[in-house]
């Protein structure tokens, strides 16, 4: 998972044609780090997307503009368009995870 350190990088990253996977993050947050006990597993099962993530605190603004009101969510970014949303209330496990990804990706 690459991580995105501007939101020069993040615009960047989200014009991809192809489907691009973004995890909004934060250092202090508890499920977020539960988050990435499973993460590795679901990244293999989507390996043949672009995953990236985002610390919300380090690139102000960039949650809000994209209503990350929770973390961690995941987001699902084409065309600079933001295509899905899995906020945080349903990704604490690898399973609700996995599902929103086969919904919204195939």
Not at 17 to 38: G, L, N, S
Not at 41 to 47: A, C, P, Q, S, T
Not at 54 to 78: C, H, R, T, W
Request: with cysteine; charged share 30%.
């Amino acid at each position: 998972m690459e991580y995105i350190k501007t939101e020069e990088q993040f615009n960047k990253v989200i014009e991809s044609e192809e489907p691009v996977i973004v995890k909004f993050f934060a250092d202090w947050c508890p499920d977020c780090k539960r988050m990435d006990m499973f993460i590795g597993d679901v990244l293999d099962e989507f390996n043949n997307y672009k995953w990236f993530q985002v610390n919300s605190d380090e690139i102000k603004g960039l949650a809000e503009k994209y209503e990350v009101m929770g973390i961690p969510s995941i987001l699902i970014f084409q065309n600079g368009e933001k295509k899905a949303h899995q906020h945080s209330a349903y990704t604490k496990s690898p399973e609700s995870v996995t599902e929103f990804l086969h919904q919204q990706l195939g």
